[in-house]
T-cell receptor
Framework: LAKTTQPISMDSYEGQEVNITCSHN???????ITWYQQFPSQGPRFIIQ???TKVTNEVASLFIPADRKSSTLSLPRVSLSDTAVYYC?????????????FGTGTRLQVTL | DTGVSQDPRHKITKRGQNVTFRCDPI?????LYWYRQTLGQGPEFLTY????????KSRLLSDRFSAERPKGSFSTLEIQRTEQGDSAMYLC?????????????FGSGTRLTVV
């Protein structure tokens, strides 16, 4: 499974755009990039998934350059409730995939 | 059925006792996963089922741990002879095996404290 590297922590003020970058230099051709969000005392929650270029949903955008060796999760206009740990994962999105492997994630702290 | 349910939410047990946790996945999901999470760390994979078959177990899963998923519905995770190092949040997740939209739905976890 491809190893991912992301910042341990980030701080932001409410209303700002937050970009969290994840490196995955040895990503495989059939790997997808998936981001999860976790609040204290809760299980992780799926945010977004992509393979290449840009994916956007009601929560976030995911930017993936052509070489796919990194990706950036973009959270527009964060609020205090976006304070959480964000995990970047890389894994095949096929029936043969076994499980997702989580790293330590990026702890985002949003303040007023 | 709105999500993955785990029971109990909290469990305090004395060292050496056995404990059992239950997970009820989303009904149409055929895959079920168990993870363990300690403070400040990401979830660590323990084991997963496809329907009733246990397809993979992590080396983290010592012989004191056993998981079952009878009839491919709910699952139980049992820890025998608990140790203080077993204190953690135990998370269950389920997913629907398909080509795309590969997203896990996690429960809120069972927090185990071994005293």
């Amino acid at each position: 499974l491809a190893k991912t590297t992301q910042p341990i922590s980030m701080d932001s003020y409410e209303g700002q755009e937050v970009n969290i970058t994840c490196s995955h230099n040895n990503i495989a051709t059939n790997d997808y990039i998936t981001w999860y969000q976790q609040f204290p005392s809760q299980g992780p929650r799926f945010i977004i998934q992509g393979y290449k270029t840009k994916v956007t949903n009601e929560v976030a955008s995911l930017f993936i350059p052509a070489d796919r060796k990194s990706s950036t999760l973009s959270l527009p206009r964060v609020s205090l409730s976006d304070t959480a740990v964000y995990y970047c994962l890389v894994a095949p999105n096929t029936g043969t995939a076994s499980k997702l492997t989580f790293g330590t994630g990026t702890r985002l702290q949003v303040t007023l | 059925d709105t999500g993955v349910s785990q029971d109990p939410r909290h469990k305090i047990t004395k060292r050496g006792q056995n404990v059992t946790f239950r997970c009820d996945p989303i009904s149409e999901h055929n895959r079920l996963y168990w993870y363990r999470q300690t403070l400040g760390q990401g979830p660590e994979f323990l084991t997963y089922f496809q329907n009733e078959a246990q397809l993979e177990k992590s080396r983290l899963l010592s012989d004191r741990f056993s998981a079952e998923r009878p009839k491919g519905s709910f699952s139980t995770l049992e820890i025998q002879r608990t140790e203080q190092g077993d204190s953690a949040m135990y998370l269950c997740a389920s997913s629907l095996e398909q080509g795309r939209n590969y997203g896990y739905t996690f429960g809120s976890g069972t927090r185990l404290t071994v005293v």
